[in-house]
């Protein structure tokens, strides 16, 4: 990797470790706003459970409900009335009869969110930390709407708590089943969105990110499929960015919330397909050698006992290039043959992520939407081929 790559990442990861241990919510009284004002009469249904339990919340095949929604990604259900959430992406569709939505929410940050009204995406806006009311859509004709709202900053700056969902002219209604398919991602800031709305001088990337357009969301919404992402910007397999051993993504990978051992999450949604994109940040401090190899290959393992029918997918990209690429590529490749030794082969090592040119860079290196769109067509194309979707 390129000198200047190198210490634009080490920036980014400086930057989205100083939040790293924000959990938690407070703050003081605010209002945000997603396509206009909302008002009118409603509540909120929900289920026991926690930390999304077996059997709490309602679960389906690929979904939790709680408080009268249905959950994407992981959840946090101690309080099953007022859940936790924090993963790149997580958030919930509610379905209502009404005029507009509007939610009260608790984030231990400001933090990006992004809603989807009756199919339409609007522009992502900033939600203030502490107790907001937010209001997600207005001004609509008197009737069914479907509503989503999806978290764009990445959890390792905190999490969000759901309060409460307020319908104007009417009340929430039985949320939409989820989709049949599922798609896991486990990577590291390119698979949060870091900095992806950005530009490439920018000096700090979380106010340009943007789960929604990762490679890993772009590829889900082509496939019809829902996606869940555990990522943390500056994290790998075996060590980090700046080459410490905390949180790397085994050590997270059975959390409900990105910066909390506890409560687990319990993988009641079973997917289909898992893509991991890691490695990037292991060979920042120079080959990471055999000991990521033993990492890497036990979060595979871990992933297949989580999931035992899913096709995984290792990719690798698409920051690296040169000897860098090559030697993560033959570490990745090594982990991948000692999983299907040792019994496993519906795993695979897909090699077609080229590194990317120079005009799809965005803030601090990290790949553009075209860059990611790019990567997505790639992983369409090959979860079409494997798993005839």
């Not at 790149?88 to 939610?103: D, E, H, N, P, W």
Request: net charge negative.
């Amino acid at each position: 990797m390129r000198t200047s790559v190198r210490q634009a990442l080490r920036a980014s990861v400086l930057a989205s470790l100083v939040n790293l241990s924000f959990a938690g919510c407070g703050g003081s009284d605010g209002s945000a706003n997603g396509t206009g004002g909302a008002g009118g009469t409603a509540g909120t249904g929900g289920a026991n459970g926690a930390g999304g339990a077996p059997g709490a919340g309602g679960a389906g095949v690929t979904g939790v409900i709680a408080a009268g929604v249905r959950w994407v990604g992981r959840v946090d259900l101690t309080n099953a009335q007022q859940p936790r959430f924090s993963w790149s992406g997580t958030g919930f569709v509610a379905r209502f009869s009404g005029t507009s939505l509007a939610i009260q929410i608790n984030s231990s940050g400001a933090f990006i969110f992004k809603a989807v009204v009756d199919g339409t995406p609007g522009a992502a806006f900033t939600i203030a930390g502490g107790q907001q009311t937010a209001n997600i859509a207005t001004g609509l004709p008197a009737g069914t709407h479907v509503v989503e709202l999806y978290r764009q900053t990445e959890g390792s700056q905190g999490d969000s708590q759901l309060l409460a969902v307020t319908v104007g002219d009417g009340a929430l209604m039985a949320p939409p089943a989820p989709p049949p398919r599922l798609i896991e991602v486990i990577g590291d800031s390119i698979s949060c969105g870091y900095g992806t709305l950005g530009t490439l001088g920018d000096g700090d990337c979380f106010p340009t990110e943007s789960h929604w357009d990762t490679y890993g969301a772009v590829a889900a919404r082509a496939l019809g499929a829902e996606i869940h992402t555990i990522a943390m910007s500056g994290q790998g397999a075996y060590r980090n960015y700046d080459g410490d051993m905390a949180n790397t993504l085994p050590m997270v990978y059975t959390r409900a919330l990105t910066n909390d051992a506890t409560p687990a999450w319990d993988f009641r949604t079973q997917a289909q397909a898992v893509i991991v994109n890691l490695g990037t940040n292991d060979i920042s401090k120079g080959d990471p050698g055999t000991p990521f190899e033993t990492a890497y290959t036990g979060l595979l393992a871990s992933a297949r006992a989580k999931y035992p029918g899913a096709l995984i997918v290792c990719i690798i990209g698409p920051l690296l290039s040169g000897t860098d690429l090559s030697t993560m590529e033959g570490h990745i490749r090594a982990s991948v043959n000692a999983r299907i030794a040792a019994g496993d082969p519906n795993v695979e090592f897909f090699d077609q992520i080229a590194t990317q040119t120079s005009d799809k860079e965005a803030c601090q290196y990290h790949p553009d939407p075209a860059e990611n769109q790019i990567m997505a067509d790639q992983i369409v194309t090959e979860l079409r081929a494997r798993l005839s979707w």
